[in-house]
């Protein structure tokens, strides 16, 4: 049964979807459940750091079930999608009640859209496909280019726009990292298709192929739900990728990497990462939270991800660290004292 546990990530959609179907003020309901039921919970349990036995990892490693929960959010989260469009053009709904649908469908987006994606695009063959489909209704299908590409060999450098800098706000952080990651990603895509010796127009070019689709995927929302079904659409797309982008805040906050002697960064390891072993967040999150262990091996599936002493770990839950780092001055005082002094010496040399 206890495998079971990461059913519970199919809540938000599930909150969703409900507070969609009885419209009014439980439209926000997904927010609600999100940022404040899901964080007080938190607040009441406990941090597991054990890790699996060898043995018990391999067992874990080969049972199908795990992989399945992963693929269900598929349609879950086009499912969503598509009852979000048809609630919105096909009901008088007021304006608060359009915008409550429109940040519990970009929840969706984001936690079982592209979080999922990022999991499955660190593997093989037709998962990688089902995760970039996850990544297209938040328009951020560039994310596979620069995350596996760039991110993972730049983390915790101020090369890498997805890390967030000491005493940056996070308010800030969401413009330098949406567009550093893009201009990013088209960066590693040129690199790519010299390697290949490949023009621009290339069937290698995923980059192109990335706007293409998302042209075609907007395209087609508009010609069957018009003008409203994009404008909602488009919104909760953003969403969706702010809340990767709140994510990618707290899991690399202030932590950098030195130089070695001969200029070069040292390699990524576990303190590059901040972790959190509060069971509510990993559940939520497929175990993202264990974020130095996957930085470690990014192939490594979610279920047999290990806890790493070295770590630096975060007093809260990834969820109730997101609600923190919404207000900056709070988020400094709980955070600056955590961030080792050695990265703050490097921080303030760049």
């Known amino acids: 049964m206890k495998d079971l ?10 909150t969703a979807i409900l507070g969609i179907w009885l419209q009014g003020t439980y439209t926000y309901l997904t927010p609600l459940y999100s ?28 049972k199908k079930i795990f992989n399945w929960m992963l693929y269900l959010n598929l349609p879950l989260v086009y499912g969503v999608l598509f009852y979000t469009l048809y609630t919105v053009t096909n009901y008088s709904l007021a304006t608060y009640e359009i915008i409550g649908i429109i940040f519990s469908t970009g929840l969706v987006f984001g936690t079982n859209g592209i979080n ?25 299908m560039h994310f596979y280019v620069e995350h596996n590409y760039g991110h993972h060999l730049k983390v915790a450098t101020k090369e890498d726009p997805a890390t967030a800098k000491y005493n940056q706000p996070i308010y800030i952080f969401w413009f330098t990292s949406t567009i550093g990651q893009y201009l990013s990603a088209w960066k590693i895509q040129r690199q790519l298709l010299k390697q290949h010796k490949s023009s621009f127009i290339s069937i290698k070019n995923d980059m192109l192929w990335y706007h293409v689709i998302t042209f075609l995927y907007l395209a087609m929302i508009t010609y069957f739900f018009g003008i409203l079904g994009l404008q909602v659409a488009v919104f909760s797309g953003i969403i969706g990728f702010l809340l990767l982008e709140t994510i990618n805040y707290i899991e690399h906050y202030g932590l950098a990497r030195a130089k070695t002697s001969s200029g070069r960064y040292e390699r990524v390891r576990e303190i590059h990462s901040w972790n959190s072993n509060h069971a509510i967040g990993r559940i939520m999150l497929y175990e993202l939270t264990r974020h130095s262990d996957h930085h470690h ?54």
């Open 35 to 62: 940022f404040g039921i899901i964080p007080i919970i938190e607040l009441f349990t406990e941090s597991k750091t054990n890790n699996l036995s060898e043995e018990h990892k391999e067992s874990k490693n080969k």
């Open 5 to 14: 546990k990461y059913f519970c990530a199919y809540t938000i959609p599930i």
């Open 116 to 140: 999922v994606g990022h999991e499955l695009g660190h593997r093989q063959t037709f998962e990688r496909f089902m995760g970039k489909a996850l990544l297209l209704p938040s328009l951020y």
């Open 297 to 350: 091996r990014a192939s490594k599936k979610y279920q047999i991800l290990d806890h790493h002493d070295q770590s630096p770990q975060l007093p809260f839950g990834y969820p109730t660290s997101m609600v923190i780092s919404l207000v900056p001055p709070l988020w400094f005082k709980i955070m600056n004292k955590r961030v080792p002094d050695q990265m703050k010496k490097i921080a303030k040399s760049l």
